[in-house]
T-cell receptor
Framework: AQSVTQPDIHITVSEGASLELRCNYS??????LFWYVQSPGQGLQLLLK??????LVQGIKGFEAEFKRSQSSFNLRKPSVHWSDAAEYFC?????????????FGAGTRLAVHP | EAGVAQSPRYKIIEKRQSVAFWCNPI?????LYWYQQILGQGPKLLIQ????????DSQLPKDRFSAERLKGVDSTLKIQPAKLEDSAVYLC??????????????FGPGTRLTVL
């Protein structure tokens, strides 16, 4: 069965430091992968997505993610974190079954940013 | 373009009471989803509509949860009777077209339900 694991429940970084959030997936075929961000009291916003092609994907707000098939990973990175990046981040894999598709989410990583 | 709208934003009820949530998707979006997000967990799909038909409700606790999408636009999710473990944020999302994996799901702000 398809699944997503985000090993880090909570991460704290200093403003201006680099960031990497880990995501591992389990999927039998070529995965469709997504990163969403959820700020307090708000819905999920798509940061970036990977379907095929270049394994380094650029997203909004200066985020990027790299797909590594050999490691079943899709880690999210940002070179310099801003205080406004404090939020919860969810990795998801697109699952196609029964003729329709859905997203399977990881448990999320909560990011805190120290000034 | 207006986003996905949900109401109410917050709801507090006592166990065994009933509650209903409303969702208005982005105009023209054929696919609508309801997710349950329990504190500390990722969203879990409850039900998926394609226009006004249900295509996946395998994770919906049908003894107490029900949902409908009349005329293929707005949708309501109901819980009757509520249990303590139903305390969660209920997210509505919509997606254009036929639901290709490459289409983006757009999420509403959610309804936070507290069952006392």
């Amino acid at each position: 069965a398809q699944s997503v694991t985000q090993p880090d429940i909570h991460i704290t970084v200093s403003e201006g430091a680099s960031l990497e959030l880990r995501c591992n997936y389990s999927y039998g075929a070529t995965p469709y992968l997504f990163w969403y961000v959820q700020s307090p009291g708000q819905g999920l916003q798509l940061l970036l997505k990977y379907f095929s092609g270049d394994t380094l994907v650029q997203g909004i707000k200066g985020f990027e993610a790299e797909f590594k098939r050999s490691q079943s990973s899709f880690n999210l990175r940002k070179p310099s974190v801003h205080w406004s990046d404090a939020a919860e981040y969810f990795c998801a894999v697109g699952s196609f079954s029964g003729g329709y598709n859905k997203l399977i989410f990881g448990a999320g990583t909560r990011l805190a940013v120290h000034p | 373009e207006a986003g996905v709208a949900q109401s109410p934003r917050y709801k507090i009820i006592e166990k065994r009471q009933s509650v209903a949530f409303w969702c208005n998707p982005i105009s023209g979006h054929a696919t609508l989803y309801w997710y349950q997000q329990i504190l500390g967990q990722g969203p879990k799909l409850l039900i998926q509509f394609q226009n006004n038909g249900v295509v996946d409700d395998s994770q919906l606790p049908k003894d107490r949860f029900s949902a409908e999408r009349l005329k293929g636009v707005d949708s309501t999710l109901k819980i009757q009777p509520a249990k303590l473990e139903d305390s969660a944020v209920y997210l509505c999302a919509s997606r254009p077209g036929s639901g290709r994996l490459t289409d983006t799901q757009y999420f509403g702000p959610g309804t936070r339900l507290t069952v006392l």
